[in-house]
Nanobody
Framework: QLQLVESGGGLVQPGGSLRLSCAASGFTLDYYTIGWFRQAPGKEREGVSC????????TYADSVQGRFTISRNNAKNTVSLQMNSLKPEDTSIYYC???????????????????WGQGTQVTVSS
């Protein structure tokens, strides 16, 4: 069974930092474009950041540009999302997804993926 496993969510104060991790179970991520998405209650799902299979191309939503950084370590079969200067509006369930054919730009624009993680809760509050 092919799965993505997320970790690193939790509670953090405004202005703080958090690092999310996405790991593959049952397959390797080397040939997959990976994306981070989020969805909060009452809001549409958003494409937060996506990265190409090589790691050479990355995309970010305007709302997180300059604060979040996506990276991958194919040797460890993981993809991370470093979140800095967190704001209350960043509070959401964060999901990672993998796709074998979409570009990073298309994946985040279409909010699409073949495999999805279970989601991890991020709460930014005082």
């Amino acid at each position: 069974q092919l799965q993505l496993v997320e970790s690193g969510g939790g509670l953090v104060q405004p202005g703080g930092s958090l690092r999310l991790s996405c790991a593959a179970s049952g397959f390797t991520l080397d040939y997959y474009t990976i994306g981070w998405f989020r969805q909060a209650p009452g809001k549409e799902r958003e494409g937060v950041s996506c990265i190409s299979s090589s790691g050479g191309v990355t995309t970010y939503a305007d709302s997180v540009q300059g604060r979040f950084t996506i990276s991958r370590n194919n040797a460890k079969n993981t993809v991370s999302l470093q979140m800095n200067s967190l704001k209350p509006e960043d509070t959401s369930i964060y999901y990672c997804a993998a796709d074998p054919t979409l570009s990073a730009q298309s994946m985040c624009r279409m909010i699409s993926g073949t495999y999805w993680g279970q989601g991890t809760q991020v709460t930014v509050s005082s």
